[in-house]
Structures are given as structure tokens and as C-alpha cells.
């Protein structure tokens, strides 16, 4: 698949601080792409650069094939952390502004409103001011203003804050539908979950390093444990327990399960596969539960940061 | 459009619709005439009201001629009921006052014993006019006991009115120099006024879009610098369409109120030109005083004063404005601005004062000359200067200075703006802003 972005050894530093050193990040057109890391690891920075809000100090940014340049402007869509818009502006006035900063005509951009305003069922704030609606739906004008030129990238800082759960799915499923038609979307959250349902690939930055990144699922086998879900129907657990310690690690369970069955996570040695440890248990009783513990990406992100420092 | 015509677009229209700003509009013309006729319509009401004087004169020099009455003052003789009783009277009565002259021998010591009665103390006008007539009385006695002849001494006054002429042939007498004094105080002050109203303005318009965050969204789509011009051009948009309007609207009030209260304004207007001045250039022409005034003011240099005038008022409102963006770009909130705007305030008073100490008395002296080449104070000292004539390379040195100035100024206040609108939380310090200097991109 080609990229539609391409970092390449990108350094930023702002006086004696190094906000990015040496990042290179490739993104693939009509991906959703998860830019994760701490607060304060240089998601922002590196974000405003794309943005073309700042510089880099060094390095490259190629957009579709393309050095970025400050025509691209109209080529991207960003919705920062921290939302805002002109509190005693009206909301239609605003949106028709925001549009044609991004390059619309007028009455293009109008045109589009009227679509995302019906199809949000918000056609009735357009001569509202900001100040007059509630966080939510101000949220929903913000959305909509950022794509709503059509850029080939989308960049999405946070963008479930603020929202309610249903506006939350509301929002992830015009995002997915977005990638749907051909956007690429740079994903910025803390959000784990939301990763985990949206993400196809992910970087994860931090102290100004990225220290991983590569497809979500290829990134969950790297960080596989190969530890299993164990639950076990048996007249005898302590025995049970036992002889597993003999051949693999046997840890605590952290899970519950409906019944009184013996519960354990087991982690495969070296030398023994699922098969061994399953045929074992099946002879020691009767199997309730058998799950391999995926990382999520959750543990990833704990686990990454925790080894870079 | 543009993105730059789409912000000034923006910002104009954000700025007029504002209620106060319409109200600013519409009501301060009509204080403001309000407030002068009320003043005058006081000051007229005041001397309208007749004080009634008494004298007592027994020294026997002085006549019903020495106390004739004027508008606001009437004499009345009260010598032959005496100090006591006219003292009583006044007392009593609705008089002003009374004056009391004793009888002496001696002119010195009369001069000095004259006494004054009234309820309350008496007005220094008053004062002043009865010593007027007491020192020109009594020098004329003491003239005529030189043996010296009143006739002859009134024949010998001469008046000398000097012309002066420069180089170029602009003539010019204390009537026009009193106008260019007023026509570059005027244009001076109002440059100040339009700096300090707008310039604040487009910090204010600065820290709201950062305290409500959409600048971020504007950066990404439009470069700072097209965000901070198109702020400063679209309030002074504003500001010039709100200074039109407050022109138009004090004409049109001046003209109906001074005719529905029968106020004139012209002579509200001139009443500050000694009234001598008035009447030499007066006679001197033969025509009446708004005629001679609208000729005076037509011998100016007019289209260069003009010209001059929106070159300076630019250059300094650019100046200014792009050092009030900055400022609104480093802090996040308003009370944060104070310790930045001493240094911008202070070059901006600095100029109005030194023009209105040395403009006045001297347009070319030398401090007057210097502070209308620093290009903080220029567009303030040299609008000032400029109707009395200033040589071309002055000129030119002082514009070059201003331009270059004003250019360097935007580019150090776009760096500022643009390190400082993503900024938020500690409030900067000098040296903060100096490493945002030093930030590249």
C-alpha cells in the first residue's frame, strides 16, 4: 500500500529542548493511523508540523508523492485537543469562514453544510452563537468544520473528549465511513480502547522518540506472552496446580469466572505448545475456559513505555 | 477571496457588530457635542446674569464715566448714603458688592485703600476689571499732575503687526500659526487616541481567539503573519469607519443643535484665539471671522498635510498594533498585560507631550526635531510639525526611519505572535519572549 505521509528523520527542538528527535513515521493512504505516546512525548509538535503550524529544524514531510508545502493546507483537516471556537460568532457564519480559510468557495461550502448539518439533525443552530450551545454540540460544529473540505488527511487529536457515549460512537462511525471513502486519519488518543477499535496501525512516541510502530496486530505478536486463560473442573485443584508448575509458569489468575472451577493463567515454556498444555488440562478434568491473553493496547503502551525508561 | 481579505473580512465584521462598539459609535458624538454645549450653554447662563455694583467714591475723582455698565456689570453710584448704610444695603440686598473708595490726600495711598464689600468672595474677573479702571484712573491723574497731556499720549500708540515670511514665499501672521497649532495638536492627538483604542483592540481580538483556542485551527490553515496583518488591518478598518462616522455625526449634531439652541459653534471653536489676534487680522482683511478663518486655513499646505497625515497615522497605527499583537499573543489573559504595555504606552505619551512643550513654541527647535525622527514618537512630534512646514529630506530621513522601523517591527512581533499564540499557562517574562525570537518556523 503507498503512503499518503511520509516522516522522514524529523528533528525539532525548541531552544535548549528536544521536542523530536530524528522521528520517522510512514502512513498508509486510506489508514487509520494511531499517534500514541504520554503526555508531553511530542504527539503535539509533531502533529503542528504536519499542520504546517511550525517548522521542523530538520528532516522531511512528503504528503501524496508531494514536499509539504503551504498549499497542502487545503489537503488536510485537524481537530486539535483543545477545542475552540469564536464564542459570539454565529455557528453557520463560523463554519462558512472555516471553509473558505480551507479553500472552499462559498457556496461549495454551503452546499456542504447543509449536508452534515441535516445529517447531524443540527440545521436549527445555524444562526445560534456558540456561547449559546452546550459543549456537545459545539463539539459536533467543530467536527463537522474540520472535515468538511474533504482533505485526504485527517488528523484527530482526542476527538471522542467531550462527547457523550452515543455522540462518541456517532463521531467513530463517521470516522471509519471517512476512511471508508479514501481519508487517511492520524489518530491521537489515550484513549486504549478506542484504539483497539479503530486503529489498523500505530506509533508510539515518547521523551521525543518514537520507540515503536508498524501494523496493531503485527505489534500484539511481538508482545505476545503466549499466556493462557485457564479454567479447570476438577475434584482435586492443589494437585492439578501443582504438576502444571512442573512443566510451565503457572501465575495467579486475574480473571473470574461464572463457577467455582480452578482458575490460573499458565504461560508456555519454551519447549511445550497450547496443544500439551490443553491435552494436559483435558486429562486433569473438565476445560471451562481456554483464551490466549492477547496484549491489548493498553499493555503495549504500559509495557513500551516502561522498558524506554 | 483571499485568505488575508477573508480575515480583514472577519475581523471587520466582528468588530462592528459588536454592541458596544455601536453604541461607542453613535453615543460618544452625541456626549461629546452634548457635553460642549452644555458647557458653553453654563458659561453663557453664568456671565448672562447681571451683577449689580455699588460705589461709594469719596475721594471725588471718579466719575459716572469710569463706571460705565457692560453686559454682565451695572454701576450704581451710592455715595450720597454713605459707607455705613450702602454697606448695609448690600448686606441685605441683591447686590454683588461695594466698593468703597476713601478720601487721602495722596494717590499712593488711596491706591492702596480701597476696599471691596460683598457676601461672597468676589470672582477674579470682576476683581480685575475694577483694578483696571482704579490704576488707569488714578495714572492718568498722576499724568496730568506731571504736566503731561492725555491726548497727546493716546495719538502716540502705535500697533505693529510683524508678517512673516519664509524662504518659499508662505506668508503667515499669529492668526495661521495659532491654526497650524491647533490643525497639528489635533492630528497628533487623534493618531494617539486611534493607537491606543485600536492597537488595544486587536490585543483584545488576540487573546480571545487564544483563550477560546480556535487559533489553532486558523494557523493550520493561514501562516500567523496573514493572521496578525488581517487582525491590525481589519480593526483599523473598523476604527477608520468609526472615526468617519463620529466626523459625520459631530457635524451634522454641531449644525442641528446650533440651531435649534442657537449656539455658535464658530465662535465656540475661535473662542480660543485672543480675540486681539482676531480683530487685527480682521480689520486687516475686512471680511468677518469664518470667512477669514476658512481663508486662513486654505493657505495651509493642505494636500501635503493630507498626505502626510495618512502616511504617519499608518506607519504609527502599524507600529503600534503589531507591538499590541504580540503582546496579546505572549499572555493569556488581559491582567496579564500591563507589565508589556508600559513600554508601549510610554514612547506614545512621550510623543503628545513633547509635541504640545516644544511643538508649540518652537516646531524646529532641536528636541522638537529629534523626537519627530524616532520612529516611536515621529508619527505623533512630526504630524505636529508638518503644518508648519518641514524641509523634504527631514522628511524623507524621518518617513525612511519610520518604514523601516515598522517593518522590523512586524517581523520581530510576528515571531513573538507566532511562538506566543500556542502558548498557554506561565506568564511570560522578557526573556521568554526573547527565546521565542530565537524559535525557528
Known amino acids: 500500500m503507498k503512503n499518503l505521509l511520509e516522516i522522514n528523520n524529523v528533528v525539532k527542538n525548541y531552544g535548549d529542548f528536544r521536542a523530536l528527535n530524528d522521528v520517522s513515521i510512514h502512513i498508509p493512504k486510506g489508514s487509520v493511523y494511531g499517534l500514541l505516546g504520554p503526555n508531553g512525548a511530542g504527539k503535539t509538535s509533531l502533529i503542528r508540523i504536519i499542520n504546517q503550524i511550525t517548522m521542523a529544524d530538520s528532516g522531511s514531510i512528503i504528503l501524496d508523492g508531494e514536499t509539504l508545502s503551504p498549499k497542502h493546507t487545503a489537503d488536510i483537516g485537524y481537530l486539535p485537543e483543545e477545542r475552540g471556537l469564536y464564542k459570539s460568532m454565529k455557528v453557520g457564519e463560523q463554519a462558512l469562514y472555516l471553509a473558505q480559510l480551507k479553500g472552499l468557495s462559498k457556496a461549495e461550502a454551503k452546499k456542504r453544510l447543509k449536508y452534515w448539518f441535516d445529517k447531524f439533525d443540527i440545521s436549527a443552530w445555524w444562526g445560534k452563537k456558540i456561547e449559546e450551545l452546550s459543549k456537545g454540540m459545539a463539539q459536533k460544529v467543530q467536527f463537522i468544520v474540520t472535515v468538511l473540505h474533504e482533505p485526504k488527511l485527517l488528523i484527530f487529536d482526542e476527538p471522542f473528549s467531550g462527547f457523550d457515549p452515543i455522540n462518541a460512537q456517532l463521531i467513530a462511525q463517521e470516522i471509519l465511513q471517512l476512511r471508508d471513502k479514501g481519508a487517511t486519519i492520524i489518530f491521537s488518543t489515550h484513549r486504549m ?117 | 477571496m483571499s485568505k488575508l481579505k477573508l480575515i480583514i473580512h472577519r475581523e471587520f465584521i466582528a468588530k462592528v457588530r459588536n454592541k458596544s462598539f455601536i453604541m461607542m459609535t453613535f453615543l460618544s458624538p452625541i456626549l461629546l457635542v452634548g457635553m460642549g454645549a452644555l458647557v458653553f450653554f453654563l458659561m453663557k447662563k453664568n456671565d448672562e446674569k447681571v451683577k449689580e455694583i455699588v460705589y461709594v467714591d469719596n475721594s471725588g475723582l471718579f466719575t459716572k464715566d469710569d463706571f460705565k455698565d457692560t453686559k454682565t456689570i451695572h454701576y450704581q453710584d451710592f455715595t450720597v448714603l454713605g459707607i455705613e448704610e450702602t454697606k448695609n444695603k448690600v448686606e441685605e440686598g441683591d447686590y454683588y458688592g461695594a466698593l468703597i473708595i476713601p478720601k487721602q490726600d495722596s494717590l499712593e495711598v488711596l491706591a492702596n485703600a480701597i476696599e471691596f464689600y460683598s457676601k461672597d468672595s468676589p470672582g477674579m474677573s470682576v476683581m480685575n476689571s475694577l483694578e483696571t479702571k482704579i490704576e488707569r484712573k488714578l495714572r492718568n491723574k498722576k499724568l496730568n499732575s506731571f504736566g503731561i497731556d492725555l491726548e497727546k499720549i493716546n495719538a502716540s500708540k502705535i500697533q505693529s503687526d510683524i508678517k512673516m515670511i519664509n524662504f518659499s514665499g508662505e506668508e503667515s501672521s499669529k492668526l495661521i500659526n495659532g491654526l497650524k497649532i491647533g490643525v497639528g495638536l489635533i492630528a497628533g492627538y487623534m493618531l494617539m487616541m486611534f493607537v491606543m483604542i485600536y492597537g488595544t483592540s486587536v490585543m483584545r481580538s488576540v487573546i480571545e481567539e487564544k483563550t477560546s483556542r480556535i487559533v489553532e485551527i486558523i494557523v493550520s490553515s493561514v501562516k500567523p503573519f496573514q493572521l496578525m496583518l488581517g487582525k491590525i488591518i481589519g480593526n483599523a478598518s473598523a476604527g477608520l469607519l468609526q472615526f468617519l462616522i463620529w466626523g459625520i455625526l459631530i457635524f451634522i449634531i454641531t449644525t442641528v443643535a446650533s440651531s435649534i439652541f442657537g449656539i455658535d459653534m464658530v465662535e465656540m471653536q475661535t473662542a480660543k484665539l485672543s480675540a486681539e489676534q482676531l480683530e487685527a487680522a480682521k480689520q486687516a482683511a475686512g471680511m468677518d471671522k469664518m470667512q477669514l478663518i476658512i481663508q486662513e486655513i486654505l493657505r495651509l499646505p493642505i494636500l501635503k498635510m493630507f498626505v502626510l497625515f495618512i502616511f504617519y497615522f499608518l506607519g504609527g497605527y502599524m507600529l503600534y498594533s503589531s507591538m499590541f499583537a504580540a503582546v ?54 512630526m504630524l505636529m510639525r508638518v503644518p508648519f512646514g518641514v524641509s523634504w529630506y527631514e522628511l524623507a530621513i524621518s518617513m525612511t526611519l519610520l518604514l523601516v522601523t515598522f517593518v522590523f517591527m512586524v517581523w520581530l512581533a510576528a515571531k513573538i505572535y507566532r511562538v506566543g499564540i500556542l502558548m498557554y499557562g506561565k506568564k511570560p517574562t522578557y526573556s521568554d519572549l526573547y527565546k521565542w525570537l530565537k524559535y525557528k518556523g
Open chain 1, 193 to 309: 480502547e478506542s484504539v483497539e477499535e479503530m486503529c489498523d496501525e500505530i506509533a508510539l512516541i515518547d521523551k521525543s522518540n518514537k520507540i515503536l510502530d508498524g501494523k496493531l496486530n503485527d505489534i500484539k505478536r511481538q508482545f505476545r506472552t503466549h499466556t493462557f486463560q485457564v479454567g479447570l473442573n476438577t475434584l482435586n485443584p492443589k494437585e492439578v496446580e501443582a504438576s502444571l508448575k512442573q512443566n510451565f509458569d503457572v501465575l495467579p489468575a486475574d480473571f473470574k469466572l461464572l463457577g467455582n472451577e480452578l482458575t490460573l493463567n499458565v504461560k508456555l515454556g519454551k519447549t511445550n505448545s497450547a496443544n500439551e498444555l490443553l491435552s494436559f488440562l483435558t486429562s486433569r478434568g473438565e476445560v471451562q475456559h481456554f483464551v490466549e491473553l492477547i496484549p491489548n493496547a493498553n499493555d503495549i503502551f504500559i509495557q513500551a513505555i516502561n522498558k524506554n525508561n
Open chain 2, 328 to 381: 496579546g499573543a505572549a499572555v493569556d489573559n488581559e491582567t496579564d498585560t500591563q507589565q508589556f504595555m508600559l513600554p508601549i504606552m510610554l514612547p506614545l505619551i512621550l510623543g503628545v507631550y513633547v509635541g504640545f512643550a516644544t511643538v508649540m513654541n518652537d516646531p524646529h527647535g532641536s528636541i522638537a526635531v529629534l523626537f519627530s525622527h524616532i520612529p516611536f514618537t515621529s508619527p505623533i512630534v
